[in-house]
């Protein structure tokens, strides 16, 4: 399986050609770009879209706190230092909270579709970065996928199959949580969750390793920035560090017991993946497998992941979901799909997740769009096409009917 071209085409000829400087010169919104490191352009947010790192400011020198140490499970007390008239606080630069409110923009629409339009947006500015975890025959030695087709390393004949299974590729790299240019986005995520806790632990690794990167996960705060920013209240969805806590709300939501909460969990073999609903699976000691087994906390981890399923292509057998902390940066995974759209899991093939769960709107108003009719993906389409007829370079494919307009701007001189 390939990564579907109306949409990843643009990322890998657009995000892929700008970093290595196949094209003479960078479109103009590439280089007005928020930050680009490591020869990896950073994309900007559509107009009109909210920017997480506004949510907390840096405190740093005499404004910032004193370094908390944990000396107990509920008990944090300063860390002091010697000096000449006695002890002083020993204080650690880092990010405090500065904006509580959900939405930081007020908007209207589907929550699901602001949903899938922030995601995208986030995937943008840390420069496109895409996992396909689609189904391939592999082989002893690896296959070399490359535009111009796959690279045999030894000849077929001498190269022994071991069967299909899913190949986890990095086609495209973004920027990852330790580059400095996406530090106080991922810390804009954390503030979403109203908790500092992973502010004052990164605090105090910043302290003694710069650019260490964020000592805690968190996927679940992106997940909870996005619905903060949709307008959703934490009665209507439990905003948190931990997957865990949302998801024992959506199983609550399934019995009754909290009818507020706008995201409703099934187990896989109930309910098939769509855009705009939250697909999770085990992580590290998690044994969670099923909706019952986290009614019964049957599992020696809560370690969970989940991701926000932007687009569906059950033709191809496979979809697309949007999560944070995935390669450590805000990433689009292709996941491989049986014939029906849901997910392959470990149980089905080697290599896979292990997908247990869908949360999906209790209900809401109507999809405007999945991935590729967002502000970011058409603003991608666009802005290349028109740069695409100036140099001669091959423009976006296939174009859709609602991308008329784009071409016609191409054209125009």
């Not at 990167?213 to 209507?236: H, K, N, R, Y």
């Amino acid at each position: 399986m390939r990564p579907s071209r109306s949409v990843l085409q643009t990322v890998l000829v657009v995000g892929l050609g700008m970093s290595l400087g196949l094209f003479a010169a960078a479109p103009a919104w590439t280089q007005t770009a928020a930050s680009a490191t490591r020869s990896i352009p950073a994309f900007p947010r559509p107009a009109g879209f909210p920017d997480p790192a506004r949510r907390v400011i840096y405190a740093y020198a005499d404004e910032a706190p004193p370094m908390m140490v944990r000396t107990g499970p509920n008990t944090l007390e300063p860390l002091y230092r010697r000096s000449g008239d006695g002890f002083t606080p020993v204080r650690a630069a880092g990010y405090r909270i500065a904006m509580t409110s959900c939405p930081s923009i007020t908007t209207g629409g589907d929550f699901r579709t602001r949903m899938i339009d922030l995601a995208a947006a986030e995937w943008a500015y840390f420069g496109l970065p895409v996992l396909d975890m689609a189904v391939e025959p592999a082989a002893i030695v690896p296959r070399v996928p490359q535009p111009s087709g796959v690279v045999e390393i030894i000849s077929p004949q001498r190269n022994a199959s071991i069967g299909d299974r899913v190949l986890r590729q990095a086609p495209r790299l973004g920027l990852m949580e330790d580059d400095l240019a996406v530090e106080a986005a991922i810390a804009g995520y954390w503030a979403a969750t109203g908790n500092e806790e992973a502010m004052r632990v990164q605090s105090i690794v910043n302290y003694g390793w710069h650019e260490a990167g964020w000592a805690m996960p968190w996927s679940a705060a992106f997940i909870s920035w996005l619905a903060c920013e949709a307008g959703l209240t934490t009665d209507q969805f439990r905003r948190s560090g931990g997957h865990i806590d949302y998801v024992r709300a959506a199983v609550r939501a399934r019995d009754g017991q909290d009818p507020g909460h706008l995201f409703v969990a099934y187990d896989l073999k109930e309910a098939t993946p769509e855009a705009g609903d939250l697909l999770c699976t085990a992580r590290g000691e998690s044994s969670f497998a099923s909706i019952a087994d986290i009614r019964s906390g049957n599992s020696p981890s809560t370690a969970l992941h989940c991701d926000l399923v932007v687009k569906t292509d059950a033709k191809r057998n496979r979809l697309y979901a949007i999560g944070g902390n995935v390669n450590h940066s805000v990433t689009l995974s292709v996941i491989a799909t049986d014939t029906k759209g849901r997910p392959l899991t470990d149980q089905d093939i080697i290599g896979a997740h292990r997908w247990f769960a869908v949360l999906k709107p209790r209900a809401g108003g109507k999809l405007a769009h999945d991935l590729d009719g967002t502000p970011t993906v058409q603003m991608l389409y666009r802005d290349y096409a028109r740069y695409a007829a100036g140099r001669r370079a091959p423009p976006p494919v296939p174009v859709r009917a609602r991308d008329v307009r784009a071409k016609t701007d191409a054209a125009s001189p």
